[in-house]
């Protein structure tokens, strides 16, 4: 049995998308069993609407919901919130695999270090989300949002956890590393993209492949971006951004005359094929990487497919062993003459 | 009459592109005169195949050609090249009135500065493309690649000059000046983005709207994009792999089926719609920004319709008096707070 915990209060459909994406995924996959942090009125309300095998399911009541724009530390203090809740509870209890939350971000990333706690010799937990790319494939960006201000030893980490989890979550033997940067040169960047770029090439166990530009993202050849979070969340959101207005522009002129509605008709299924291939919520969302348990933030809009998709990832991933590879490549890789050289 | 320099060397199309592009132009603008800079046999035996009025055309002859991947630095020296030899004109010849390139980015940033030489006060030349946007109009990132490590006035003076471009170039009154950052609150971002906020709150003669993300460069609801040239190069590079990618699926699966080629047929023209939306290049190129004169980047694949575009942006923006509006801007702002406190 995979227990997994799901903050049901989470995210802008919260609680309803949230109880019928874990229906979904409890139908899908024999062997899961869900623990959802919330009000207990309100989740069970959604409970009796479905149904599916309820017995797989357990609730934890909590009053308090933290909001998706509440200071985050002060968020942590919150014990009896959804979310905190069910932090406090992956720390404690062993047979809880993995908890999953479309909640706030900054909470989370802070909840996660501070109530579930790090991988022993991880510097800080990174959020990694998978963009889509022209390979038909996913490329991880890490981080993309956790770590505003990086030293080297932390992006060389985020190398390592994300490389860790392109192992275990998508089967890639031996994944490419590119170090998101202002061009390819090896020169390129600041002080900081320039030591990590040497210590990136230098370190075992990394396939690195040297410096990627924003288009690589998509359309290049690596399995991993590494950047900072600040950069990183440019890049995410950059991407949204372009995606939301092709998509957008795309729909407005699709049915702006008879003539197009109709050549509609005919591509629709091509256009189901598209949006499948260019689909950022594939695996439900973004890892928190370096936290002691598998922990999946899901977009704050996600709907029950999405939640879902969230859902099967962090088993999918627990079942794979991500902590105990993240902690065996740790062992491996010696980021100490890192960690002395600049200063950290 | 204007008259205008054209790189007829730079780029991967040059010169049959350029010298097309340039003879396009000139049957759409009655009063331009291009002097093309380059080897004058190659650019002569273009011309020979094109029939328009050619005396409105002259070319200054010179043997060397900058490459893409040439040190920009090293480049600035090679004054017999068809960039520098343009730049060194530029600043020489009052008649002249701006120059149109599709060559070495860097190169045209360091020829820009050295040769041809800033606008008084201007710290460092900016690059800034025009992103289109959800309105339908265009978004100006500044700056995007001509400058790595930024300090709060470098920034603040970007806002200036984009704002400068955003009025003269798109006729927009009161340019809505957003500071790209990693969310929207006042306290985001790293120190620079932190300073940066608080001058540009007090800056008089910017229409400062907070905070921006990476998605709201394209549906957002700002005019003007302010990043340091690292952070705004990833934020344009991650759009346009983002962009390859969707119109790559989208031909793709639009051509898979008999059933999608005809739907393709009757979307013939929305997609061409769609296309001259999400244009790139409808104005040619990027600005080179704070320099004494109108300099036009671009692309260096360009097709013979966006060195067209580049030129009549160029007269377009040197009739609208982009210099002398800069100039006017600098003198009205004061900066010598934001140059003490910040150090520079």
Redesign the interface.
């Known amino acids: 049995m995979i227990k997994i915990l799901v903050d049901a209060m989470g995210g802008d459909n919260a609680p309803a998308a949230i109880v019928q994406g874990a229906a979904l995924a409890i139908e899908r996959d024999s062997d899961l069993h869900i623990v959802f942090t919330g009000r207990q009125q309100e989740i069970q309300a959604e409970l009796d609407k479905l149904k599916f095998d309820k017995s797989r399911v357990e609730i934890v009541d909590c009053a308090d919901v933290i909001g998706m724009n509440d200071n985050p530390v002060e968020a942590v203090r919150r014990s009896d919130s959804s979310m905190m809740k069910a932090f406090a509870m992956l720390r404690k209890n062993e047979d809880i695999c993995a908890f999953v939350t479309a909640g706030s971000t900054g909470a989370a990333i802070a909840g996660g270090q501070i109530l579930l706690g790090r991988i022993r010799g991880v510097k800080r937990a990174a959020l990694c989300p998978a963009i889509?790319?022209?390979r038909g494939g996913v490329t991880l960006l890490c981080d993309c949002?956790a770590n505003?201000?990086c030293k080297p030893v932390m992006l060389c980490q985020f190398a390592l956890l994300a490389s860790a989890y392109a192992k275990v979550g998508f089967g890639m033997q031996n994944p490419k590393v590119g170090l998101?940067?202002?061009?390819t040169e090896e020169h390129?960047?600041?002080l900081l993209?320039q030591e990590t770029y040497k210590y990136l090439s230098q370190m075992e166990g990394i396939n690195f492949v040297g410096n990627i530009?924003?288009?690589?993202?998509?359309?290049?050849d690596c399995d991993v971006a590494v950047?900072d979070?600040?950069?990183g969340?440019?890049?995410?959101?950059?991407?949204?951004?372009?995606?939301?207005?092709?998509?957008?522009?795309?729909k407005k002129?699709?049915s702006?005359?008879l003539?197009?509605k109709?050549?509609?008709?005919?591509?629709k299924?091509?256009?189901k094929?598209?949006r499948g291939?260019?689909d950022f919520e594939k695996v439900g969302g973004a890892l928190l990487l370096g936290l002691k348990k598998v922990v999946v933030k899901s977009h704050g809009s996600s709907k029950p497919q999405t939640i879902a998709a969230a859902i099967a990832n962090a088993a999918h991933i627990y079942r794979g062993g991500l902590v105990p590879a993240v902690e065996k490549s740790l062992e491996s890789v010696n980021l100490n003459s890192i960690v002395t050289e600049s200063g950290e």
Do not use: H, W
């Not at 969340?233 to 795309?250: F, P």
């Not at 109709?262 to 591509?267: Q, R």
């Open positions: 889509p790319n022209s949002g505003t201000e998101l940067n202002n061009g390129k960047g600041d993209r530009e924003g288009r690589d993202i998509m359309v290049g950047a979070g600040y950069t969340n440019i890049a995410l959101k950059s991407i949204e951004g372009c995606g939301k207005l092709v998509l957008g522009v795309m002129e699709f702006a005359t003539r197009s109709i050549g509609y008709l005919f591509l299924k091509a256009i094929n598209m291939q260019l």
